[in-house]
């Protein structure tokens, strides 16, 4: 939960705290045309009402300490067992209750700590730093004091942290989203994790979770089939090109649907898919997307996760790969042209952002094992709830599915004439 704290309601309000009233608020909140669709109906209980559309994007379905509030890990530069010294930006974007809206967290060495919808000008070009060049003041977002005297709320099933500025899901905050190329571990997705203490837990487990004959583990995914083995691997310490460490490992005759996060604004959207062919037993799947979890549409042809950027590693078979990588060159117009090709194969490098190693130099970017798989490109709707599913296309049980993390980008980064996607 974030909260706005009384000295910020007293202040803004012009009122002493035992004075201020529900409709204070809202009238308040409705002046600042926050949320313009929503409704002065008095129903707070509906997801249509300003006052719930304003309270509920404060609330977050899991417990977060103070030192995952971003995950720090294998971020280029970072190096978790020697350095309190951070290096590029680090960030998480929540869903929140109510309606299912976005808010991010972010760090930086800019920043100075950790804030709530902080939208900077990186450096981010093919020779640049990541690091924070500038950031105008109506993007600087809202301060997490989490220091020993900012009255941090510890409870056993949530924490509150205070805010000393308001936090809404306002057309500057919706329009600074829908301009991001989203990325997400794939176990943000699901709340369980951080709330069971599985995210970044800071050694080397694995754990595995019934399918939903047997018990729903999870709100958010379901796991179709008894034939079905899901784990999460975390890969402390293990020297795996993850991001953030940790997997998402599927085996067996696997059939898992996943409830996807919204977009902050309608349009076109590029999701993708982050895979590692680090196993030989990476396995193929189709997948299938849409807003019916029970009538989902194949998107594309199946995705073979043993596909590497220079082989396919099947067992104990090296095959030809289709992929069309080559390692950068010292020519960024050839390497620009890769990229192109690649992509029309429907396949990225990985990003340069996550290093194999934290604190070493072999980036996801540099290593022909680690790819981003372009699943679909559709427009998709910020007022629904999108699904996807992955169904195993073998009869071999060893062969894994494989999620690392995903990506939303929008039209405007993947197709952008005058300024392309970065590579990070």
């Known amino acids: ?77 970072y190096n978790y067992k020697s350095s309190t010294h951070y290096s590029i930006p680090v960030w998480t974007h929540y869903i929140t209750m109510g309606k299912r809206r976005l808010v991010k967290s972010w760090q930086s060495v800019e920043s100075d700590g950790v804030y709530l919808n902080r939208f900077p000008v990186l450096d981010n070009g093919r020779h640049g730093t990541y690091h924070e060049l500038s950031c105008a003041e109506e993007n600087k977002g809202i301060y997490l004091n989490t220091s020993a005297d900012a009255n941090v709320v510890k409870l056993v099933n949530a924490i509150i942290y205070p805010i000393d500025k308001v936090l809404a899901y306002d057309d500057h905050t919706r329009d600074n989203l829908a301009k991001t190329r989203l990325r997400y571990d794939a176990w943000d997705f699901l709340p369980e994790m951080m709330n069971n203490d599985m995210r970044h837990m800071g050694y080397n487990a694995s754990f595995y979770f019934p399918n939903d004959q047997v018990y729903s583990y999870f709100k958010d995914c379901t796991v179709n089939t008894k034939e079905t083995f899901f784990y999460i691997l975390n890969g402390w310490g293990s020297g795996w090109p993850n991001y953030q460490g940790d997997e998402m490992l599927v085996m067996g005759i696997y059939d898992i649907t ?61 095959l030809p790969s289709i992929v069309g990588w080559e390692k950068d060159t010292n020519d960024d117009d050839y390497n620009a042209e890769v990229d192109k090709r690649m992509r029309n194969n429907g396949f990225m490098k990985g990003p340069e952002y996550i290093c194999e190693t934290p604190g070493g130099n072999d980036t996801d970017r540099s290593m022909q094992k680690t790819t981003r798989r372009i699943i679909v490109r559709t427009t998709m709707d910020a007022d629904k709830t999108y699904y996807m599913r992955f169904k195993s296309c073998q009869d071999q049980i060893h062969k894994q599915l494989f999620i690392d993390y995903m990506e939303w980008c929008p039209k405007e980064v993947y197709d952008n004439p005058t300024e392309p996607e970065d590579i990070w």
């Open 1 to 77: 939960l974030f909260a706005e704290t009384d000295e910020f309601w007293a202040k803004t309000l012009g009122k002493a705290i035992k004075d201020i009233t529900v409709d204070d608020v809202k009238e308040w909140v409705i002046d600042q045309n926050f949320y313009p669709d929503a409704k002065d109906n008095g129903d707070y209980s509906s997801e249509d009402n300003v006052i719930n559309q304003f309270v509920t994007y404060h609330l977050i379905p899991q417990r977060v300490p103070v030192d995952k509030l971003v995950i720090h890990y294998n971020e280029k530069g």
């Open 258 to 318: 996943l409830k996807l996060p919204p977009v902050p604004r309608s349009g076109t959207w590029e999701v993708r898919m982050g895979v590692s062919t680090e196993s030989a037993w990476r396995g193929i799947c189709q997948v299938y997307f849409g807003t019916d979890p029970d009538r989902l549409s194949p998107a594309g042809i199946p995705v073979d996760m043993a596909m590497g950027g220079e082989w396919k590693q099947d067992d104990d078979k090296r």
